[in-house]
């Protein structure tokens, strides 16, 4: 289950180590204020070696005990990675909605201290992912979004 004091220290081992990385999905948007719960944290690191390296430096800091297959995995930035441990994390080395990690920079921001994926880049890639699972909270991040634009402008 998705919980503050786990993303706060992921935050903090991922920037020790030096990973380029931003929190995604509906861990992102709920550190940005959305009321809503999620079960692991999204993370979507920049894909090359030396980044997946310190990576995997900062997941074993966390605590999570990683096997030869799923360190292979990481290292060549397999699309998508599924971690048990300590907490439950999803590694996604290609969200659905941009085509590089250079693209999704565009819609980087910073959040309470957490480099996350703004709400218009979540609604994006839910979008772009059309599960009905995504299709059922897009609703309710477009009206988030209307109401962090309405706080803005005041």
Known sequence: MYRSEHVIAARD??????????????????????????????????????????LLAALGELGFELGGVVREEILRGKVFIQIRGPFDLDLVFAPDGFESYVEAMKFKIEADGCPVLSIEGIIRSKRAAGRMKDRESLRRLELFREYLDAKKRR
């Open 13 to 54: 081992a991922l920037r020790e180590h030096g990973v380029e990385y931003m929190f995604i999905g509906k861990g992102a948007a709920i550190v940005q204020g959305f009321s809503d719960a999620t079960q692991d944290i999204d993370i979507y690191p920049r894909n090359d070696e030396e980044n997946n390296r310190r």
